[in-house]
């Protein structure tokens, strides 16, 4: 069974810093794209960055020139370093496949203060 575990989430000033972690096990090989999905209070969960096999990156317009995704293939291992952090990223971030996954992992939150 695979397993998604996400952490590196906590509460940070405005403008701060934060790098997230997903570790993924149960794979014979990490050879799919994977993702960052983001979830705010009160919101649907919604796609923030992706990253595939051979590295090429997209990011969604509200963190694009902030965010970096990125992945250590040898580590089962996908980062989001977010940078500039503002309030509005305040949610439950989460990783998960290209495709994604039926399920979650249960997320690390982050937490932005002005």
């Known amino acids: 069974q695979v397993q998604l575990m996400e952490s590196g989430g906590g509460l940070v000033q405005a403008g701060g810093s934060l790098r997230l972690s997903c570790v993924v096990s149960g794979v014979m090989s990490f050879d799919t794209a994977m993702a960052w999905y983001r979830q705010p209070p009160g919101a649907r969960r919604e796609l923030v960055a992706g990253?595939?096999?051979?590295?090429?990156?997209h990011y969604s317009a509200a963190v694009k020139d902030r965010f970096i995704i990125s992945r250590d293939n040898g580590k089962n291992t996908v980062y989001l370093e977010m940078n500039d952090l503002k309030p509005e990223d305040s949610a439950v971030y989460y990783c998960?496949?290209?495709?994604?996954?039926?399920?979650w992992g249960q997320g690390t939150q982050v937490t932005v203060s002005s």
């Open positions: 998960n496949q290209l495709p994604r996954l039926d399920y």
């Open positions: 990253i595939t096999i051979g590295n090429t990156t």
